[in-house]
């Protein structure tokens, strides 16, 4: 008998898993940690909703996440309720106009009113939860976002996150998915002539389905090493650098306003690396991501953090 290779082998098993498996959304309430519709971009989101008909989407932005990054009013709330089916997915447009609606009509009750969603150019973060409905039955959602750059046809996108409950009850990010006050990670970069790089953070501890503006607010910082030393140059050469940047809650920043000009120019021309922390005396974690964008080749964004999926 002719045996079977084993690509065969692991497609079968693959198959038999899937049939199998069950993909049900298994949160009540989960984050898109980015959406966007300034700078000639919006962003498509899609979610999944089972067990319930009833959504609460609630939307923190900034007009620009680049400007005045420490204003202690911080992001405006933007909220509402949408009605669904069980089981829907629904995929809607967030372009800074009003009258949102589904984009690809199924004739279900989310098609009837529009989706809520701000009538601004604005950028942030947007957090999903299923509510109890008429029926007392509350959703589980799983959602994702595609956010397209129009000049350029780019598209990136960011699967929704887990969030969990504190002492107080209140809903923040999950604590995996926090760099957290005294705590730092590796942030790696190429020579500025081959991408420019940033850092987009979001301060964790405000209460994400709260009903006022978000005003958490936190401090990066560059942490070191026993020798002081905390930026490396391709040459294993270390500096020591004391540098820290407040923001209130989420900032796009370029690491030269972290390093400072000294220190990023150290780096600027051959790469390097260094450690962004979070000043162990900050009210709040992070939440962070590596932004790349190269003119010739497009843009990256790459989690400083573990990503807890939603499922």
């Known amino acids: 008998m002719k045996k079977a290779g084993i690509g065969a082998v692991l497609g079968l098993a693959i198959f038999a898993a899937s ?17 966007t519709s300034v700078r000639g971009m919006f962003t498509a989101v899609s979610y999944v909703a089972t067990g319930g008909t009833q959504i609460h989407l609630v939307y923190y932005f900034k007009n620009d996440l680049t400007q005045d990054i420490n204003n202690v009013e911080g992001c405006t709330h933007y909220n509402g309720y949408i009605e669904t089916s069980e089981n829907d997915m629904d995929t809607f447009i967030i372009d800074g106009n ?7 009509s199924d004739g279900g009750p989310g098609d009837i009113g529009n989706i809520v969603a701000p009538p601004v150019n604005a950028e942030g973060f ?22 397209v750059v129009t000049a350029t046809r780019g598209v990136y996108s960011f699967r929704a996150i887990r969030v969990e409950t504190d002492a107080n009850n209140n809903i923040n990010f999950a604590d995996l ?20 790089t940033y850092i987009y953070a979001i301060a964790d501890g ?3 389905f709260g009903a006022a503006d978000y005003i958490a607010a936190s ?21 020591s650098i004391e540098s820290s940047l407040d923001f209130t ?14 220190h990023y120019n150290f780096v600027r021309n051959t790469g390097g690396w260094f450690n962004l922390g979070v000043d162990a005396n900050a009210a709040n974690g992070v939440v962070a991501y590596k932004i790349e964008i190269a003119p010739s080749f497009g843009a990256t964004i790459t989690p400083l953090t573990l990503e807890p999926y939603a499922r």
């Not at 998915?177 to 970069?189: E, F, S």
């Open 206 to 208: 405000g209460n994400l």
């Open 177 to 196: 998915d926090t760099i957290a006050p005294g705590a730092n990670t590796t942030v790696m970069l190429y020579p500025e002539g081959i991408a420019e």
């Open 249 to 262: 809650c989420a900032a796009i920043v370029h690491v030269r306003d972290i390093l400072g000009d000294v």
């Open 126 to 147: 947007l957090a999903i939860e299923g509510v109890a409905d008429a029926n007392d039955n509350t959703a589980n959602v799983v959602a994702e976002a595609h956010v």
């Open 19 to 35: 049939e199998t498996a069950q993909a049900i959304p298994q949160q009540t309430q989960v984050v898109i940690p980015y959406f």
């Open 98 to 104: 009003d009258n949102v609606r589904p984009i690809f």
């Open 219 to 239: 401090t990066l910082e560059v942490a070191t090493d026993n020798n002081g030393l905390g930026v490396f140059n391709r040459a294993e050469e270390g500096r």
